[in-house]
């Protein structure tokens, strides 16, 4: 069984910068693709980047493109996704997801519950 947990969620003001983390117990992400998601209110979940098991590929949807880097942290087991120049439509729950390719969704195995970002203008 594994297990996600995503942090570094939290209120940030328009402009500003998080660093999202995401944790697995059960395995280790070094043999696994990793994405990030989103989701907010009343809206269907948006894929947001994707790294390969060993980080030498990355996706981005045009959304995240020059504002959000995904990387891996393998001394820690971490996948981060950096965000920068957040906007206030940026406020969502945002997820981490295991196994999958790119923005399919229905490809990944495991999700973790999420953690809430939310930008004030």
């Known amino acids: 069984q594994v297990q996600l947990v995503e942090s570094g969620g939290g209120s940030v003001q328009a402009g500003g910068s998080l660093r999202l983390s995401c944790t697995a117990s059960g395995r280790t992400f070094s043999n696994a693709n990793v994405g990030w998601f989103r989701q907010a209110p009343g809206k269907e979940r948006e894929f947001l980047a994707w790294i390969s098991t060993t980080g030498s590929s990355t996706i981005y949807a045009d959304s995240a493109k020059g504002r959000f880097i995904i990387s891996r942290d393998t001394a820690k087991n971490a996948v981060n996704l950096q965000m920068n120049s957040l906007k206030p439509e940026d406020t969502a729950v945002y997820y981490c997801?295991?196994?999958?390719?790119?923005?399919?969704?229905?490809?990944?195995?495991?999700w973790g519950q999420g953690t809430q970002v939310t930008v004030d203008s």
């Open positions: 997801a295991v196994g999958g390719w790119g923005s399919h969704s229905t490809s990944y195995d495991y």
